[in-house]
């Protein structure tokens, strides 16, 4: 198959404010920029340059009303540190109805938009 996924798509009525996180969150640089739209990519040369999909910003005129039907999920090498760093960013830790045996940590960027930061692999996961 010749198909590979180019972008995630993330719809905000100031598309500065999310891409301004995930650009200090993920350490990614800005590629795109005009008024209604925002590009983001890996950091050229990293392991994620040319394979991690684009995350693209657009201005919508409605506001975010209701849990994402697409997330990212993240994998650090400390969780709690992480979610630490993301909340000193603007993330907030939210609740979706997930249970107490979730490993993961759900969060919400400054735009409402949520997210999970995964515990750690463990040795013989990767």
Same mark, same amino acid.
Not at 18 to 47: H, K, M, N, Q
């Given at each position: 198959?010749? !198909? ?28 795109? +920029? ?5 590009? !983001? +990519? ?10 991690? =999909? ?27 540190? +992480? ?39 463990? =040795?013989?996961? !990767?």
């Amino acid at each position: 198959m010749n !198909l590979r996924i180019q972008a995630v798509s993330v719809d905000s009525t100031d598309p500065r404010v999310p891409a301004a996180f995930w650009e200090a969150a993920l350490g990614w640089r800005r590629t795109y +920029e005009v008024d209604d739209e925002i590009v !983001l +990519e890996p950091a050229e040369g990293s392991p994620e340059d040319g394979v991690s =999909p684009d995350l693209l910003f657009l201005k919508v005129p409605e506001g975010k009303s209701v849990k994402n039907r697409l997330h990212l999920d993240l994998r650090p090498t400390d969780r709690d540190a +992480e979610v630490a760093r993301l909340e000193g960013l603007g993330a907030t830790q939210v609740s979706v109805g997930q249970g107490p045996d979730v490993t993961g940590v759900v969060m919400a960027d400054p735009d409402g938009n949520e997210f999970c930061v995964l515990r750690a692999l463990r =040795p013989g996961e !990767l």
